[in-house]
C-alpha cells in the first residue's frame, strides 16, 4: 500500500516561514514528478510548486522567490520551503507524486497565515 503524507501546516504570522514536508511510504521502487498544490477557501485548487526526479523546479508565479521546493529521493520525501509568507498564502496544502505511474495524493495540510 503507497501512502503519501504530509506534515509541517500549522498558523503563523504574515512574513514568518514554515517548512512542509511530504513523505511517500509503501512498495515504492521509482518516484516521477512530485508536487504541491493548495485549495484557498473558494477558490480551485492551483498548482504551487513542482519538482522532476532530476531536481528542475517550477512555480506559481504568486510564489517566486518565495518558496522552495526541494526532495530527498532517498528519503522519498519532497519539502516545501515558505518563506515572507502572506495571509492570501492561507490553504489547504496538498502533496502528489507521480509513483510507478500512479498518481497519489496526500490528505492536505493547513497553512494558516495572519496578518
Known amino acids: 500500500q503507497v501512502q503519501v503524507v504530509e506534515s509541517g501546516g500549522g498558523v503563523v504570522q504574515a512574513g514568518g516561514s514554515l517548512r512542509l514536508s511530504c513523505a511517500a511510504s509503501?512498495?515504492?521502487?521509482?518516484?516521477?514528478?512530485m508536487a504541491w498544490y493548495r485549495r484557498a477557501p473558494g477558490k480551485q485548487r492551483e498548482l504551487v510548486a513542482a519538482?522532476?526526479?532530476?531536481?528542475?523546479?517550477n512555480y506559481a508565479d504568486s510564489v517566486k522567490g518565495r518558496f522552495t521546493i526541494s526532495r530527498d529521493n532517498a528519503k522519498n520525501t519532497v519539502y516545501l520551503q515558505m518563506d515572507s509568507l502572506k495571509p492570501e498564502d492561507t490553504a489547504v496544502y496538498y502533496c502528489?507524486?507521480?509513483?510507478?505511474?500512479?498518481?497519489?495524493w496526500g490528505q492536505g495540510t493547513q497553512v494558516t497565515v495572519s496578518s
Open positions: 502528489n507524486a507521480l509513483i510507478q505511474g500512479s498518481l497519489r
Open positions: 509503501g512498495s515504492i521502487f521509482s518516484i516521477n514528478a
Open positions: 519538482i522532476t526526479s532530476g531536481g528542475s523546479t
